[in-house]
């Protein structure tokens, strides 16, 4: 069970009858597994269109542009169930986001608040210290093509419940999931080799560090080949009660 999957399970494993929303969905991944529970319906809400064919196809799914700044547009009171992931880290404010999914969400409503703790990549490679180097500036840049990020979201979720609270929108917590699903792969287009890019990238501003990267890319691809290459982050999700 991958990551989407599993944040897809914690929203609830039987969402029948019930009206659900993937919140900054892409391709929807999510969305796929979320529509496994047998939900009425699946809000599919991202800034870009750019669901599979085989979800879009999906008659319980509707699909509409937004842009998560200017909040959740759907009616007060109008889902049973949410999901974020990986996406607070690109908001504005982050609190203004579980406020609104508060407000969306009826009595009782389910928010899963996930996210990847970036800081907690795990490469393996045979520099050490340059990997750490590279995480580190990974870390600290603006990485993907998002002009905001956080490297240590993972790890604040527990807090924006606290600070939403604070601002009139309390939550329940239900619980908390973290776990790290392991990647061998490092072909392109895999977890892995996504991620080694972005860090890559990252390093771009750095000469110095940039020159190294590339040949520390090519390092990850040898020991993958050679079937020596792990790669992991730490994700977690905090399961939420609208209070």
Not at 140 to 164: C, E, I, Q, Y
Not at 172 to 181: F, S
Not at 224 to 236: C, E, I, K, N
């Amino acid at each position: 069970m991958g990551r989407h999957e599993r944040v897809a399970a914690l929203a609830g494993e039987d969402l029948a009858g019930l009206e659900v929303a993937d919140l900054g969905c892409g391709p929807g991944r999510t969305v796929r597994a979320l529509l496994a529970a047998g939900p009425r319906r699946v809000h599919a809400l991202d800034r870009t269109s750019g669901l599979d064919d085989d979800v879009l196809a999906d008659a319980r799914v509707r699909s509409r542009l937004a842009d998560l700044d200017e909040g959740v547009p759907l009616a007060d009171g109008s889902l049973d169930a949410a999901v974020s992931l990986n996406v607070v880290e690109h908001l504005a404010s982050p609190v203004d986001h579980l406020v609104d999914c508060h407000r969306a969400l009826a009595p009782g409503g389910r928010l899963v608040l996930a996210h990847s703790d970036w800081d907690t990549a795990l490469f393996t490679s045979s520099d050490d210290g340059l990997t750490r180097a590279l995480v580190d500036r990974f870390v600290a840049a603006a990485h993907g093509p998002a002009p905001r990020s956080d490297g240590f979201m993972g790890r604040k979720l527990l807090g924006l419940s606290d600070a939403s609270g604070a601002c009139g929108a309390p939550w329940e917590v239900e619980g908390v999931e973290v776990w790290a699903d392991g990647h061998r792969r490092f072909d392109d287009g895999s977890v892995a080799w996504k991620v080694a890019t972005a860090v890559l990238a990252a390093a771009g501003d750095e000469p110095a560090l940039a020159a190294r990267a590339a040949g520390w890319v090519e390092d990850l691809r040898a020991l993958a080949d050679a079937g020596q290459f792990l790669f992991a982050v730490t994700d977690v999700a905090v399961v939420l009660r609208r209070a």
